[in-house]
């Protein structure tokens, strides 16, 4: 009708009698319309059965009529497209017309009623009236087709008084709605519920609560199963079962072996293909189930050739690798096979009668394991043990670097799931980043080590290995274990060729010694308890002579034979002296005053050299057979040369934003060059590296999460110095030219 919606005229037709008086003859010309004309005319005989709607053609127009009749709608403003509709036909003569609506009225519910009228150009509507309904009558089933069928099948419903929209009219299998799909005045075809599982169902069609019933009821069909072939199988066989009244779509038809279900693969209305389902340890019979209709089971049984192991390769292997399991009476459908690596499932990427391909899965982390196959229902279980292959370090690329950098680990038999792998510098846990069976990406981490030349390890699961060639750690600063205690007290530190000490000002019996060869501390004790304050130690040759701090005793240490010997006391002040050595003697002075003086080891002698006016405690410094003297309470630096008795000052330190005091300082020196760690009254976390050679210094910012030099200290060997932080149980291992 859309063609004729652009036509529509709405026509309200008002005839009112009326007396003409002419006092003039005069002839009236009245156009003439090409369109019909009608009128709605007030609802009658209103009662609980319905109603009737009355109208009127009063001109026919020019255009041939092909259908009139009634619409109606709760809302205002009914319309034939989507509004209830009576069609009283074709072809109607000029006068009033009538119809008697006995459905789709709700009681007491006001309704508004237009006529209409259709031209092969026009539509035509009469005036809009409203009245209230009683009710109506529900519609009327005459009759349906068919009479037996399958769900998801057409069904006709042939009757009267069915709504003009599909929605309102309600089809019922007994209980299960039906969607209606279709419908014509005297028909509604509706599509039988896919969930309808009844035998028998009483079909109803209901609009507004009114109900009424087919006078027969509909059938479901129930299969027929003739035979079936081949009689035996293994899982996930083709059976083809013969009979009659089959569904064409696959997943209606459940054939069933005994009480386990088979999944259908195809269908015809004679002939079903279904694949034989796991769970059948002994001879069953089969039968189909259709939407709860069940056919008589079969004659003849159907006979179940189970699963057999037989072996698997290889019997050791890593990750991703593929094992074949070899056996008897498997299936190609691979969902329908686990296999397992003791309880940790595998991957399976192709299966057939007699062999399923696995793949080491990367989760198995036992190094001996028991490979299961779980198949029709079965746990099938080898014997013999499968073994997983250890892992193996080849190269690290590089085979140095710093902490928090990333190395490739080359290698075999990693796991490709990096926190699987677990990489230990030393026993120092590297972040995994990535991994292959044959590559790792790991950040060297920040811990406590004992060495900057340290072993690495892999280890996967069960299974270590060590990598004998090593790792170089290179940071200029590197933690190393100590057994030292944690004590909050200044240290002096000195060393020989291949030991190293630190004397703590505790008030303790015990000093600490490095052994750099066998990379171990050692504890030995002072010759007694004592308390010492900013006191002095240097190394001559291989005796290490410590001594003062508010004291003038002096003694020396013999490390062979663990012996200490008092010597001569100090004579000169002793309040914060600086110390050195050079050659076989020592110097000591500048505690509190300009005196300074010199040990002589052979004859146990001290004596005076020339004054140096360093301030207040300065910091001494043994280089390469030369003597230094540093800062105080100012920036200046001093060399002392013994031969001439004089002291010759050097390049002062030009960082001088800074106050340093020296006092709480110390320094190390080695491979030709000092440095000197020193608190200010700016930041802590500086060191100033002198090179005599140049006469020159050069600042560096210690990267060191905490620092305070005046309770630090350390000493040198010939290629690093080990330094300790009071507040970490640690120390440092420094060496400036990483």
Known sequence: MQFLQKNIIHKIIIIIPSIIILTHCQKEVVSKREYPRLR?????????????????????????????????????????????????????????????????L????????????????????????????????????????????????????????????????????????????????????????????????KISVSIFGNVTYAPDSFTLYTPILTNFYPDYGKLDDTITIIGSHFHMKDEYNIARFGNENAFTVSSKPNEIKVLVPANLFEPVKISICISGQTSSPSSEFFTFKPPEIVCFSPSIASYNDTVTIIGNNFTSVIDNIQIFFNNIVANIISADANSINAIVPPNL????????????????????????????????SPDSGFINQTIVVNGENFNPINYNNNFYFEEVKGEVTYSNISTL?????????????????????????????????????????????????????????????????DGGSNFYVYDKYENKWYTENFWVSQTRNKSVAFAIGELIYYGLGHASDFREYNPQIKSWTRKADFPGTNVSPAAFAIANKGYVGCGGGSDFWEYDVENDKWSRIADLDAGYAPIGISLDNHGFVAFGDHTKLWE???????????????????????????????????????????????????????????????????????????????????????HQPFVWDFQPEH
């Open 40 to 104: 709605t005319l007030e609802v009658s005989n209103i009662s609980s059965s319905g109603a009737v709607f009355n109208g009127e053609i009063i001109s026919k127009g020019e255009s041939k009529i092909i259908d009139y009749g009634f619409i109606w709608e709760k809302d205002e403003s009914p319309s034939i497209d989507i509004s209830e509709r009576k069609s009283l036909g074709s072809d109607p003569q000029i006068g009033k017309f009538s119809s008697y609506i006995s459905a789709t």
């Open 640 to 726: 002392y040369l013994p031969n001439s008795n004089i002291w010759i000052e050097k390049a002062p330190c030009p960082f001088t934003e800074y106050i340093l005091w020296s006092g709480d300082g110390f320094a190390v020196a080695f491979q030709g060059e000092a440095f000197i760690f020193t608190t200010t009254n700016g930041p802590q976390y500086e060191m100033y590296k002198y090179s005599p050679d140049i006469d020159s210094w050069t600042k560096y910012i210690i990267p060191l999460a905490t620092w305070e030099a005046y309770r630090c200290g350390g000493f040198a060997f010939d290629d690093y110095a080990i330094i300790r932080d009071y």
């Open 441 to 505: 990406n790991v950040i060297i981490p920040d811990g406590l080590f004992t060495s900057r030349d340290i072993l690495v390890k892999i280890k996967v699961g069960e299974q270590e290995t060590i990598y004998t060639n090593g790792f170089h750690i290179s940071n200029s600063w590197l933690k190393k274990s100590t057994n030292m205690p944690n004590f909050p007290s200044r240290i002096d530190g000195c060393a020989i060729t291949n030991k190293g000490f630190i004397f703590p000002h």
């Open 365 to 396: 982390l036992n190094t001996e394991s028991i490979i299961s196959v779980h198949i029709a229902g079965r746990n099938l279980t080898f014997l013999d043990f499968f073994t997983l292959l250890p892992p193996n370090i080849l190269s690290l």
């Open 106 to 201: 709700i009681k007491n519910e006001k309704y508004y009623v237009k006529s209409y009228l259709i031209t092969d150009q026009h539509l035509v509507y009469g005036n809009e009236i409203t009245f209230v309904s009683l009710g109506s009558k529900g519609p009327l089933i005459l009759y349906f087709t068919p009479k037996e069928g399958f769900v998801e099948d057409t069904l006709i419903i042939f009757g009267e008084n069915f709504s003009v929209k599909l929605e309102q009219n309600i089809v019922k299998f007994n209980s299960v709605e039906a969607q209606v799909v279709n419908r014509t005045d005297s028909s509604l075809n509706v599509i039988i519920p896919p969930d309808l599982n009844d035998k028998s169902s």
